[in-house]
């Protein structure tokens, strides 16, 4: 079965740093698009970043542009996602998600085929 596991959420005090990872099993990550996402209590669930091979740059939603590092590691079939200068607003689930790679990455979480469980990230002092 196709699984992707999330790792690496914690609380951290706004302006701290989380590297998220995102294992993948049954599927080939470098031959999917990976996307992450993220849902706040009451929010609905949106894409943060997205790394394909169809880009010739990684996506990343304008709220995480210039903080948030998404990148691979084809040998331990991985996705991470470096997080720095954590703000609060950036408390929520984070889930990893994949889609074969003839269709890139999305316009939102709806086309995604496979999902992880996801991981908590909590910003506060």
């Known amino acids: 079965q196709v699984q992707l596991v999330e790792s690496g959420g914690d609380l951290v005090q706004p302006g701290g740093s989380l590297r998220l990872s995102c294992t993948a099993s049954g599927i080939t990550a470098n031959y999917h698009a990976i996307g992450w996402f993220r849902q706040a209590p009451g929010k609905e669930r949106n894409m943060v970043s997205c790394?394909?091979?169809?880009?010739?740059?990684?996506y990343y939603a304008d709220s995480v542009r210039g903080r948030f590092t998404i990148s691979r590691d084809n040998a331990k079939n991985a996705v991470y996602l470096q997080m720095n200068n954590l703000k609060p607003e950036d408390t929520a689930v984070y889930y990893c998600?994949?889609?074969?790679?003839?269709?890139?990455?999305?316009?939102?979480?709806?086309?995604?085929?496979?999902w992880g469980k996801g991981t908590l990230v909590t910003v506060s002092s």
């Open positions: 998600a994949a889609r074969h790679l003839e269709f890139g990455c999305p316009t939102d979480a709806s086309g995604m085929s496979y």
């Open positions: 790394i394909s091979t169809t880009r010739g740059t990684p």
